[in-house]
Nanobody, 116 residues
């Protein structure tokens, strides 16, 4: 069955770095665009970053540009989110999402907390 399993979330100090991973199974990973979303308490889920199936193009929400990098390894069916210069407002549950035509798959999320 389809699975997306995120990992890497933890408590980190402001200014720190973290790398999230999302391992996919049950579908042809290289055919899907991949996205990272986040949802902070009391807020709507927000699209953070997107990467095309080949990995050739990526896009970011303005608030993370220059600090976050999305990447993928199709051989490992894994998408990453490298986060630098973390701020308290980056605190959220981070979800990975696989999208292709009518398919839309979600992981269970991983908690990132930025606090001193």
């Amino acid at each position: 069955q389809v699975q997306l399993v995120e990992s890497g979330g933890t408590l980190v100090q402001p200014g720190g770095s973290l790398r999230l991973s999302c391992v996919a199974s049950g579908f042809t990973f290289s055919n899907y665009a991949m996205r990272w979303y986040r949802q902070a308490p009391g807020k709507e889920r927000e699209l953070v970053a997107t990467i095309t199936p080949s990995g050739g193009t990526s896009n970011y929400v303005a608030s993370v540009k220059g600090r976050f990098t999305i990447s993928r390894d199709n051989a490992k069916s894994t998408v990453y989110l490298q986060m630098h210069s973390l701020k308290p407002e980056d605190t959220a549950v981070y979800y990975c999402n696989a999208v292709r035509i009518r398919d839309n798959f979600w992981g269970q999320g991983t908690q990132v907390t930025v606090s001193s």
